[in-house]
């Protein structure tokens, strides 16, 4: 966690309490009021109003502005309200492990999953995280949102082993609209790094986005390094590909460098087009920049985006 003065805290307690402290002054309050029940139901929000049915409907809730123009009686049956029910998919696979500045990719995906977690925190609200590594999924319970912010700053201690089999993000996010369906909040936290290096659209990952996208609130959070987007000027570098361990040296040219910021820019527009073709909000994120304003910036946006209602009279 980068604190005020550009220091960077790996304790996770020491961490969860800066990240904690960071959310309530800049952050909180700011996703309060974002979730709505998706049917009718137990509430408090009105949100149609129809013919009274004896038996069926609650005489305390009569609308007798309704009733008195129609001259029978209507009441309103009330929005329901659930508890919101938040899913984080966070990459752990090896290309997270990069960052050129104060923080690494991973430090990063780390610090939002458990922003995600306090900002999500309320009665009743459970937040899970399923987690993408190179031995494949594994799964962390939904529970109440300050419990999953503290489990996501702690660091795993082996977190690549070379597991035979791996399972890719389009994979793990079809893992994830398969195995919880309850409509709710679905985060999904990567750097899009293939590792066969494919940049071009249609993404791999497009059809299992749209499919989540189609069923729950879904947030994409893109982190990448500056050095990503762009190659210095050192003379020969020995350059290693994370994901798979291979090795080549090259010599970065004033053409190669171009290349390659070509390259890298495509791939992230790329990213950018896939995800808002799926319905998915999308925040860049950089680990030169501040995460947590950038974070707060989409959100104030979002807020201010219209939202339909539906209420009808019948």
């Known amino acids: 966690m980068r604190l005020a003065d550009g220091s960077v805290v790996r304790d996770p307690e020491r961490a969860f309490q800066a990240l904690d402290l960071v959310v309530r002054r800049r952050l909180d309050g700011l996703l309060q009021g974002e979730h709505a029940g998706l049917r009718l139901g137990a509430g408090t929000e009105p949100e149609e109003v129809v ?11 009569i609308d007798w502005n309704v009733t008195a123009r129609s001259m029978d009686p209507h009441v309103w049956r009330p929005q329901a309200q659930h508890e919101l029910d938040t899913w984080v998919l966070v990459d752990e696979t090896a290309s997270m492990d990069f960052g050129t500045v104060t923080a690494e990719k991973r430090d990063v995906a780390a610090w939002v ?29 939904p529970l109440p949102g300050r419990v999953t912010a503290r489990r996501a700053l702690r660091r795993p201690t082996n977190p690549h082993r070379g597991a035979s089999e791996k ?35 249609p993404m791999r990952w497009e059809p299992a986005l749209r499919r989540l996208a189609a069923r729950h609130d879904v947030v994409v959070v893109d982190v990448s390094d500056p ?88």
Do not use: C, K
Request: charged fraction near 30%; hydrophobic fraction near 35%; charge should be positive.
């Open 51 to 61: 013919r009274y049915q004896p038996g069926e409907d609650d005489v305390r809730r």
């Open 113 to 141: 999953t458990g922003a995600i977690g306090l900002l999500a925190d309320g009665p009743g609200n459970r937040v899970g995280i399923a987690h993408l590594t190179d031995d494949g999924m594994r799964w962390d319970a």
């Open 167 to 201: 399972v890719d993000l389009a994979h793990a996010i079809g893992a994830l609209e398969r195995r919880q369906r309850r409509p709710g909040l679905r985060v999904v936290v990567s750097d899009f790094v293939e590792p066969d290096g494919h940049t071009d659209r």
């Open 227 to 314: 050095r990503e987007l762009e190659l210095p000027d050192l003379g020969h570098l020995v350059l290693t590909d994370p994901e798979t361990g291979r090795q080549r040296e090259v010599y970065t040219s004033p053409a190669l460098r171009r290349r390659y910021a070509a390259a890298a820019a495509h791939h992230r527009a790329a990213v950018t087009e896939g995800v808002r073709a799926t319905g998915a909000g999308h925040v860049p994120l950089r680990t030169d920049t501040d995460w947590v304003s950038d974070l707060a910036r989409f959100i104030i946006a979002r807020r201010r985006q219209p939202r339909a209602r539906t209420r009808s009279t019948r």
